[in-house]
């Protein structure tokens, strides 16, 4: 099947409204006779439940947590961005757009990159008036910060709980229509199956995961918002229950999955301590505005702090390596994410990490505790204030950015990060590849949509900070409530789609079929034993440095590991009641099938762009020597992979991606 | 407003109002009994004032009366519903961990200070009602003199009474001093006053309990 | 560190449950309280028992899905932190840990340490919304200023994770710290006027129909809470409610 982005015609800028103008829509009447089933409850598929519903489309929306406002979305810490301009320094939809292509280096799809800028600022009018409490300065308008990759200042924030404050924006307007009952709530359910009837979408099968039953949901289309597959790496920052398996499913019932080697390694997390860890977590690259990143500038420095004989605190300014700043002068600390988990990487492996493992740098506070301190005594009218009085009133300042998250570092770590800087590694953070969707957010099935995290559409090769929340709420309040009303224009003569029919019946019995083998396969090992050995693998040889040789030792590796999989892992307890285990089992089953296509991905594509770096494409000299090398001559396209029975059959289709408004560049933050 | 004072929040505010009350009631009983240390004469038009005086006999007494049942009443239905709210008991539970003794333990110095009321009644409010309302005699006089004071300097002869009274009044220091805060923030009123309050609080659940103390056992040992 | 557990299971909602002990070793200090769990689970089904239920999901305590009373206090022995934060440097080698689900009757078990918390949910729908659609017409961000302080306060109440530790540990069951601070963050911000009273009083009345109990002001909620969610935004709901029938 050829790929059809389906982008309207036209110049950019109008590429959307006369699109809106355009397209088909449903009457208010009609509407009330249309269900639609929304699987995940972030941000995505939160705030498209709640619009649909309020449009008049009858809403099924599940979740596998107890409520909506727990989905992963809450996690983020920094903000939102959005083309206000409010600070007056030149910010415009232009400037998003062509920041969040250029920083997802040029794998992106300009239309709908636009598009995502075009409606930014509609997000940030519309959670205000929600009640969400945005951060605000003296005056009462909402403040500003300014995150990695840019140079203005752009992104709103809620203290360092941005993500939590949105996504509890759009459970307060899904509660709103949970209580008219325009939306129905299936909490603790999780989407095993999609259903296809004559080619389209026309429901799922869901177990609930307290009773254990399987149940069958119809509706007129399917949307997927169920986040990123980021939980291949078995370690990462997102939730424990996080996982691919919708998004699995509707690729092997005919979704292409797209870019699947797009991760993004955040790089400042805190550092791993021990096997026994069960995720990582993330500090707010925010910090990075105002923590300055570094590493001992001596290798026997870094050997005595490594061995705990020496302290960084004891360091002269002189025998430190702001390696960042020194690669970088332009951008210093906040160059992109995968830039700096790259640089952090080389550093570490170079042997200059800071902890026990070698893996871990520093993030210090200590000169913005005195910026903001020296200011502070100025603004209070302090003549000659004592070094501890600067201390305490910097202090002031940086605890209220960022006390949260320096009171989390503590309570992880046991060190107090205002008299020691911090330490950081990077971490799998966010998956810009997921199910490869056209400009409507469907996928290759009709009548089956895909948004947020999921899809794979908006960042590229490498996501800019902050934008993952700006495009979740942008895909379900403001896009795909358009674009699903012109493909349902066509159903309102459909009717109740019917449950009893063969086609759901196939679908629950492969379903049931799959859990009565984990049940019943008495094998002698956990699911999460093989977890863990498939997460190995992707970090070793499908992580933030990749190459030939150990991209197809890592694909033989993780089929070896799924054929073990099946023969031997043991799932206790039984079907039919809250079975912890067996879920497990169904996700890492899918797990081990898309850890081999992300690797067949990343072999594919013997580029370097974004978060996909390839050892065999580096600048070999120059300015730039070092430095990921893109090549736009035969790599500017979008890797969509159509599924044949086993990963390593998966048939590539290319959609070329063509850059009318923007001219391809190198990205260089030097 | 009838529905208001069925909600969970309607029944604290009415119990914070009648705590008022009753704390406003201390304060008066306590004025009286305090001149008792210094003044015989003054003590005895006192009480006679009081205990003749029509509007605080007919009006503020039963108003009293109804607090002090209204309080406990609510202070029980309360502790049923919450005790019903609770399900299944901890096996461990570490409430000393985040709250004091006497916020946790309002229902048992509640009762203790029911019982000392039952006392009291006993000691002086009943032979009060009878030598007023049943003999009829409103004079408040005995052998030519006001017979207030000779009978409150006379139940403290006993040493067990004076222990039981010292006790219950420990025991309502304790329900005041979670209870004095409690009413206010129950009332919502709270911002920006908490440290305030509190020491106020404090203040007045020593302040109180004390003086009745003192009264006891100052004419425990002076007669 | 070695570790002796007692740990409370029961089969689902409608089975009688138990304390059942267990022993797990060679527990690191640095590992966090459910990471602790994790090895006590891979050891359980390595032995082909059922592994111990309990609710978790983001670890970083913000989703608000853990849940566990430990040692007779919620989120254990630690302050300002949830289960997932927990670290078992706040053990010693050879202790007893007492693991139990949150108790209320509000809150029934549904699998071992896993208890239904719907109640929450449903009080939210009763109205912690502001009326909006979210058609994107509204007004610009800008053009409605908001004091500083009223923001900051609205954000101190919204933090709340809804993670049921105010009802767990308060000897009443009670759930008016959690109501308190969803009626709160609406209360302080210019948009939740508009409903402010219906929004009370609905709420409230959602809360007593859910069968929690009364508040008597001990202020277990507001220490136990990982969010330092403030008493204050109990009596702030009082003062609503109040405001609300006048």
Redesign the interface.
Known sequence: MALDSKVPKGPIKDKWTDYKNNINLVNPANKRNIDIIVVGTGLAGG?AA??LA?LGYNVKAFAY???P????S??AQGGINAA?N?QGDGDSNYRLFYDTVKGGDYRSREANVYRLAE?SG??????????V??????????DNRSFGGVLVSRTFY??G?TG??LL?GA???M??Q??RGKIQ?Y?RHEMLDVVKIDGKARGIIARDL?TGELERHSAHAVVIATGGYGNVYFLS?N???SNATAAWKIHKKGAYFANPCFTQIHPTCIPR??D????L??MSESLRNDGRIWVPAKIEDAKAIQQGKLKPTDLAEEDRDYYLERRYPAFGNLVPRDVASRAAKERCDAGYGVNATGEAVYLDFASAIQRYGTEQAKIHNIKNPSEAKIYELGQAVVEAKYGNLF??YE??V?ENPYKTPMMIYPATHYTMGGIWVDYNLMTTVEGLYCIGEANFSDHGANRLGASALMQGLADG??VLPYTIGDYLSHDIRTGKIPTDTKEFDEVEKEVKDRIDFFINNKGTK?V?HFHKRLGKVMWDKVGMSRNAKDLTAAMAEIKAIREEFWKDV?V??SAN??N??LEKAGRVADFLELGELFAKDALVREESCGGHFREESAELDGPQKGEAKRNDKDFAFVSAWEYKGEPADAVLHKEQLEFKDIELKQRSYK | ?S??FK???????AMALSAFFLMFFLIIHLAVNITSLFSENLFNEMSHFMGTNPLIQFALQPVLIFGVVFHFVMGFV?EL??K????????????A????WM??N?IYSGLAILAFIALHFIDFWIPELNTKYVVGDMSGMHDGNFRYYHELVEKFHNPARVVAYVVAFVLLGLHLA?GF??AF???????GR?KTLQSIGKAYSIIIPLGFVIVAVFHFFNH | MNLTL?I?RQ??SKAKGQ?VDYKVTDI?E???F??MM??LN?Q???T????V?F???????????CSL?I???AHG??R??TTC?L?M?MFKDGDTI?I?PW?????????DL?V???A??RI???G?????????N?????S?????IA??E??DA??C??CGACVA?C????A?LFVGAKVS??AL?P??QVEAPERVKNM??Q??LE??????????CE??CPKGIT??N??????E??KA??
Not at chain 1, 69 to 72: D, K, T, V, W
Not at chain 1, 123 to 131: E, R, T
Not at chain 3, 48 to 51: A, L, R, S, W
Not at chain 3, 56 to 65: F, S
Request: proline share 2%.
């Open positions: 705030s709640a619009t309020e947590q107890d409520s406002r727990r989905a992963h809450i996690a206000k409010y409606v509609n997000i940030i009018d519309q959670c205000v008036a929600q009640g409490p945005f951060a605000r300065d003296y005056g009462g308008l909402l809620a203290k709980q939590q404050q509890l459970y307060s307007a509660n709103r949970i209580a709530m909490n307290i920052t939730a424990m229950g301590s021990g026994y860890q069960s995720k977590t993330l009171q989390m309570k992880i046991d309040y403001f956990s999460d043991k206790p307890g009641e809250m912890v285990e | 407003m529905g208001f909600s969970s929040v309607g029944r604290k505010v309360l519903k919450n019903k709210a609770n399900g299944v008991a901890y096996v461990r539970n570490n409430g961990a985040n709250s004091t916020s946790r309002m979670h805060t409690s923030q129950s009332m919502g009123i709270t911002a908490k | 007692k409370w089969k689902d304390m690191s640095h590992m966090s459910l990471e994790d090895v891979e359980l089904v390595n082909g028992e059922e592994p239920a609710d978790h999901d983001c670890r970083e305590g913000i989703c608000g899905m009373y040692n007779g206090e022995p630690d300002g932190i934060q670290h440097r007492t139990e108790r209320a009757a509000a809150f029934p078990v549904i699998k896993i239904d918390r719907m929450f949910e939210q729908q009763a912690g919304f502001i009326s909006v659609n979210t058609s994107g509204t007004q610009d961000a800008n409605l200023p908001i004091s500083k923001a900051d609205a954000m919204a933090t994770i809804g540990t000897k009443n069951s009670s008016m963050q609406y911000l948009q939740g409230v009345a809360m007593d069968g929690f109990g009364n508040c008597t002001n001990t202020g277990a220490v136990e008493l204050e109990i009596a702030r709901m009082n003062r409610l109040m029938n006048i």
